[in-house]
């Protein structure tokens, strides 16, 4: 089921095995970048969502203040949500994948669920549904 598709950013459920997939098509404005964001974190909410990937492979470097928005504002939200796993696939911007490296280790928000980063789609969603976390 497709829930959100624009030219920045395609998210579809997978029912069956119940995994969200966010594929970032490139650039987008500070809005629709923090839009995007908390419509993932609803999604999961309204549909608990075990499972989720990010690819990330077509995400620009974010600005400073998306970057910081990201770690200190959205990350509260997101060590909350319901997840069992969350499987990336990195992008392929050096300073965006630094970026999402700082988001992951965040010491003040540990993230309570199994993340594994990916090259591929393919990987990061068979590992999704192999064993059941």
């Known amino acids: 089921m497709v829930c959100f598709d624009s030219?920045?950013?395609?998210?579809?459920?997978?029912?069956?095995?119940?995994?969200?997939v966010t594929?970032?098509?490139g650039k987008c404005t500070s809005q629709q970048y923090r839009e995007a964001l908390l419509k993932f974190n609803s999604y999961v909410r309204l549909y608990?969502?075990?499972?989720?990937i990010a690819d990330r492979r077509l995400l620009p470097p974010l600005?400073?203040?998306?970057?910081?928005?990201?770690?200190?504002?959205?990350?509260?939200?997101f060590v909350k949500l319901p997840?069992?796993?969350?499987?990336?696939i990195?992008?392929?911007?050096?300073?965006?994948?630094?970026?999402y490296n700082?988001?992951?280790?965040?010491?003040?928000?540990?993230?309570?669920?199994e993340v594994q980063t990916f090259e591929d789609l393919t990987s990061a969603y068979d590992?999704?549904?192999?064993?059941?976390?």
């Open 48 to 52: 608990n969502v075990a499972y989720a």
């Open 7 to 20: 030219e920045y950013l395609h998210v579809e459920l997978y029912e069956e095995p119940n995994v969200l």
């Open 63 to 77: 600005s400073k203040e998306d970057a910081e928005w990201t770690v200190n504002d959205f990350l509260e939200l």
């Open 90 to 99: 990195n992008s392929f911007d050096e300073g965006a994948a630094e970026r």
């Open 83 to 88: 997840l069992k796993r969350f499987a990336v």
């Open 102 to 113: 700082q988001f992951i280790s965040n010491k003040q928000h540990p993230i309570p669920f």
């Open 127 to 133: 590992w999704l549904v192999s064993v059941k976390a």
């Open 23 to 25: 594929q970032w098509y």
